[in-house]
């Protein structure tokens, strides 16, 4: 009961301090609408990026059986324990104008990630894609192989398989997945804020604009951390059945 | 197929439609395997759990590579070790039923049928056609829309025999396919299922462990045990005969190994001696269809064999021997007593006669046989 308590008070207080009358104004001030933006295209677009990287990687962790892939399994779960701020730092060492593969994509390619809003999404997906690696790879290790089988023998190929019968299959943790890497990219703070910078319009995100007004304008912080907090009920509220039911995917 | 090119010189004879003949190793087992199947027979493979059945029927489907030797259906080489051919499982024109069925649980009925012409590149209207065609042969339509959840066992059956034969497969394989069901629902499956086997053009190979299903559903049976071949045969023929302890248990015969001298007395392995004359092999070419010499098999019915509270004197059974009683099991309308003796017996006897006769756990008790009704005949191995 304390422990509930515990985690409950802060939200509480949240709700009981937050600047009920101002709330209208507040949150149509265009600087807050610009930020929220951000928040929810970045994460949006982090979200599709772990897609499109995260699910063959998810594939190639729960179906191929060499030595060393539980290293490797233990490795892509990193990011979820690293900070995020040494995240945002090892980004940066990485990709930025003077890291050591961002140093070439500046010199040919004149492209350069920190301080833009792509460096945000891939501050972000750095961060939030173990979420969905994780997800699916225990979906995809539990998935029926025997009706996969089944399918090659109907004269299906890899793709067809994958496409038709696996994908259908796991997509209720597809589905989860992707969600809990798009909230984890919405209020991802650390990695972004020491990669891309905290610039309004271009990489200021909810969460740096939250603790930007925190030292001008409380107030304000308020009002937007409630914002946040609607969000993460929403999703939950969306995840419920999963979680309260406790039943990975059929 | 790979195959094809070079196929010509190791053509199976034209009236087999499938030959197989190689072996397949996982690990410490081992499966051999040489058999043939006509276009249009059903093959049953009956043998024990671990037998090697269901290793078989993955070598046909292409989900197991033989470890050596050949497959080939209609001519064409599906797997050659020799020549490093093997048309992996979605190329090969196969229908396969699994035991469990495997069917789609996120497609519908219709879809799950269609899956295969699916595959095909067969457009969307013209595979939910072939669909529609073999939903209506295996009376099935009125299903169309469900998902497997909401079907009963003998309709899963039925669909996923569909999906299969929807493949137009040249090679029809079976596992279990009744396993699945309650008693009821097997009767009524088993003959719909020997129907629509009757009609399909190409070789069906049926795995069962399941003696009534082996010998109602094929023409003719392979029993494989420990990874071989250790009798094949006309299922009536099998159930005669039994070359092994495993096929005199499923189709309910004693079963003793011997030695038969000039004079007609078996000396059996497992003790005692017995005078056999029943079933003459008249088609036993080595012993001009008298009673072999030599190794023999002996077969006697648990019906065949009376029970005794005392010698009996006056009848004129010519196998007289005692025995205690080890065990009294309830069949459907006998009781089937198991014998400790010289030889050892399953006897059955009518309920009433386990009164008269005042059956219990140990004791002794006398058996008596007909020659006529034991039979004889060589031992294969």
């Given amino acids: ?250 | 197929m790979s195959g094809a090119d070079r196929a010509g010189t190791h053509r199976p004879p034209t009236s087999a439609a499938l030959a197989v003949n190689g072996s397949v190793e996982l690990g410490t087992f081992r499966l051999d395997i040489d058999l043939a199947v006509g276009a249009g027979e059903v093959l049953g493979v009956l043998g024990p759990n671990g037998a090697g059945k269901t290793t078989l029927l993955r070598a046909l489907a292409g989900l197991t590579m033989l470890t050596t030797g050949q497959i080939a259906l209609d001519g064409e080489r599906l797997d050659d070790c020799a020549a490093d051919i093997f048309v992996p499982s979605d190329q090969r024109p196969i229908g396969v039923v699994f035991q469990n069925y495997r069917l789609f649980p996120h497609l519908t009925v219709r879809d799950n049928i269609a899956f295969a012409p699916r595959c095909r590149r067969t457009g969307r209207r013209e595979s939910r056609a072939i669909a529609q065609r073999w939903m209506d042969r295996l009376g099935l339509s009125e299903l169309s829309g469900r998902k497997p959840a909401e079907l009963s066992g003998g309709q899963a059956q039925r669909v996923a025999l569909a999906r299969a034969l929807a493949a137009d497969p040249g090679l029809l394989l079976l596992d279990e396919p009744l396993a699945a069901l309650d008693a009821r629902t097997k009767l009524e499956v088993r003959a719909e299922l020997r129907r629509h086997l009757a009609d399909f053009p190409g070789p069906t190979l049926l795995v069962t462990h399941d003696p009534l299903e082996a010998m109602v559903m094929t023409d003719r049976l392979v029993v494989i045990e420990s990874g071989q071949i250790v009798q094949q045969g006309p299922p009536a023929e099998v159930a005669r005969r039994p070359a092994t302890q495993y096929v005199a248990r499923v189709v309910g015969l004693n079963l003793y190994r011997g030695t038969r001298d000039a004079t007609g007395k078996v000396a059996l392995d497992a003790g005692g001696t017995l005078i056999a004359s029943g079933l003459l092999d008249l088609n036993d070419q080595a012993t001009n269809g008298a009673a072999p010499t030599g190794r023999v098999l002996v077969a006697i019915r648990p019906t065949a064999i009376a029970m005794h509270t005392t010698r009996p004197e006056h009848s004129s059974p010519r196998n007289v021997w005692q025995g205690t009683v080890t065990g009294l099991e309830l069949l459907t309308d006998r009781v089937r007593a198991e014998i400790n003796g010289a030889p050892p017996a399953l006897v059955d006897i009518t309920p009433d006669a386990v009164a008269d006769l005042d059956l219990a756990n140990g004791r002794p008790i006398w058996l008596s046989a007909k020659a006529t009704d034991i039979d004889v005949y060589r031992d294969p191995a």
């Fill in chain 1, 1 to 250: 009961m304390i422990g509930f308590a515990f985690l409950m008070l802060p939200l509480v207080a949240l709700l009981i301090r937050a600047p009920w009358s101002g709330l209208g104004s507040l949150l149509s001030n265009s600087e807050v609408l610009t930020a929220l933006r951000l928040s929810i295209e970045c994460a949006t677009a982090a979200t599709l990026a772990s897609l499109i990287l995260g699910v063959p990687l998810a594939w190639m962790l729960a179906r191929i059986h060499l030595p060393g892939m539980g290293l490797l399994r233990a490795l892509v779960t990193l990011p979820l324990v690293l900070p995020p701020v040494v995240g945002g730092i090892a980004l940066l060492l990485a990709l930025g104008r003077r890291g050591v593969v961002g140093r070439y994509l500046d010199q040919w390619f004149g492209l350069t990630l920190p301080f833009t809003t792509a460096g945000v999404i891939v501050a972000e997906t750095f961060v939030a894609m173990p979420f969905l690696v994780v997800t699916v790879e225990g979906a995809l290790r539990s998935a029926d192989r025997d009706l996969e089988e089944a399918a090659v023998t109907l004269g299906a190929s890899r793709t067809t398989v994958f496409g038709r019968i696996t994908l259908p299959l796991i997509a209720p943790s597809l589905l989860a997945g992707s969600v809990l890497c798009w909230a984890r990219a919405l209020g991802e703070f650390g990695a972004t804020i020491t990669f891309a910078g905290n610039l309004p319009g271009t990489t200021q995100t909810m969460p740096l604009k939250i603790y930007n007004a925190f030292e001008t304008d409380p107030e304000a912080a308020t009002a937007l951390s409630l914002v946040l907090l609607l969000v993460a009920v929403i999703i939950l509220a969306a995840l419920r059945d999963r979680w309260l039911r406790g039943s990975p995917s059929a």
